[in-house]
């Protein structure tokens, strides 16, 4: 069985494809390349549900909290800089939301605001991965690992259930698909200018 740390670095993979994506459309944006306005709806909702109800959701519901009693530092620790940092990436969040309101797309503000979410992520994800995660298996006991793990995966049934599918299909030649099926197994294909990738099974 995966334990609850496995859980949460394998979505930080996930995010962190998504984060290659968003940039791939940000580059094409900026060299005038017409952004497909589908394309990034359906890539924020992805980010959304994926990263920030499920995968944050977890955090600030149950590893977070769990941490706390165990004697980590909210405020002025640790959590407290991970919670403002999903504040600062919701703010982002909702900067590119409002850059193709009325379905156009403000180029300036949207590569601005997810230059700034995706600098934001990866930083969050590298200190979690390094500095927060390792405390789970340093601070909480075997039964208190698994109770979390369990939570986590009905969190996970509750905010994305049998999962969902997002093909995002640029004309210019960005295709993703992805693949989020239940709780177990996600799939990625990344085609960026008719080069296939797998990136992740
Ligand atoms: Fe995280």
Partial sequence: MKTAEEDLMHEHQV???????????????QK????????????LGFLTEF???????????????????????????????MLSEHTHGRNFIKQMQNSIEDEKVDKNQLIGASINYIRLL???IQKENSVLFP????????????????NFENHEEKVIGEGFLLFVNS??????????IGVKSVKFMVLFSSRSRLLNT
């Avoid at 390349?33 to 394309?39: F, K």
């Avoid at 004309?171 to 989020?180: A, F, G, Q």
């Fill in 32 to 43: 005038d390349e017409i952004a497909n306005y589908r394309d990034i709806k359906d890539l």
């Fill in 51 to 81: 990263a920030d109800k499920c995968h944050h959701g977890k955090e600030e519901g149950f590893l977070f909290p769990t941490l706390e009693k165990a004697g980590i530092r909210n405020e002025g620790g640790p959590i407290g800089v």
């Fill in 122 to 124: 990866r930083l969050h």
């Fill in 171 to 180: 004309d210019s030649s960005i295709i993703m698909s992805l693949n989020v």
């Fill in 135 to 150: 405390l789970i298996d340093n601070r909480l006991s075997a039964s208190e690992q698994k109770e979390m793990y369990e």
């Fill in 15 to 29: 995010i962190q494809i998504a984060l290659n994506i968003l940039e791939k459309i940000g580059e094409r944006s």
